[in-house]
């Protein structure tokens, strides 16, 4: 099954440090993305990158995907204490239905 | 900004009984999703809807699961007899123009069964 999977599944860093976060998957994919999650709240989405794309930019956001590898990457860069959250990914497979990770939970201390 | 909306915040009900969650996707959105996850774990992947009928289910998407589109608005999912283990937050989705977008997630509707 596609199924995107992040790693590290906990991140705590300074405000200002960059975060990363890396995804991999399993089959051939659409499109992947990324979304954030606050506790207890709904999944709003961050980016999405398509399977011919390498990489993508959105603000304080890049996103690489290397298909050969079946992995993608998200940095935050300058991270705030409003970056924190959980961060998914998910690939999109038939009619659209996305398939998320487990997530990657990351704190920012001011 | 348009956003998707759904009813209620949270719901407890006892096992056995029907219940519906609503929501009320982008006005000129045209695929639908439900999405559910239990505390703790994934976000799982229900039921996809495209042009009043269902497009893809999963496993989960059982016998006891419906999903409809009423008018041109609201788009439900019912449970028909709920188990403990339906205890979760459920997310409804919508894409605009293709299943291959960014789909908007409503806030959820956290389900307690008890």
């Known amino acids: 099954s596609q199924q995107g999977e992040e790693d590290p599944q906990a991140l705590s860093i300074q405000e200002g440090e960059n975060a990363t976060m890396n995804c991999s998957y399993k089959?051939?994919?659409?499109?992947l993305q990324w979304y954030r999650q606050n506790s207890g709240r709904g999944l709003v989405h961050l980016i999405l990158i398509r399977s011919n794309e390498r990489e993508k930019h959105s603000g304080r956001l890049r996103v690489t995907l290397d298909t050969s590898k079946k992995s993608s990457s998200l940095l935050i860069t300058a991270s705030r204490a409003a970056d924190t959250a959980s961060y998914f990914c998910a690939t999109a497979g038939s009619w659209g239905k996305l398939q998320f990770g487990a997530g990657t939970q990351v704190v920012v201390t001011p | 900004e348009p956003e998707v909306t759904q009813t209620p915040s949270h719901q407890v009900t006892q096992m056995g009984q029907e219940v519906i969650l609503r929501c009320v996707p982008i006005?000129?959105?045209?695929?639908f999703y439900w999405y559910r996850q239990i505390l703790g774990q994934k976000v799982e992947f229900l039921v996809s809807f495209y042009n009043n009928e269902i497009s893809e289910k999963s496993e989960i998407f059982d016998d006891q699961f419906s999903v409809e589109r009423p008018d041109g608005s609201n788009f439900t999912l019912k449970i028909r007899s709920t188990k403990l283990e339906d205890s979760a937050m459920y997310f409804c989705?919508?894409?605009?123009?293709?299943?291959?977008?960014?789909?908007?997630f409503g806030p959820g509707t956290r389900l307690t069964v008890t």
């Open positions: 006005s000129n959105h045209l695929y």
């Open positions: 089959t051939s994919i659409n499109n």
């Open positions: 989705a919508s894409t605009p123009t293709g299943p291959f977008y960014e789909q908007y």
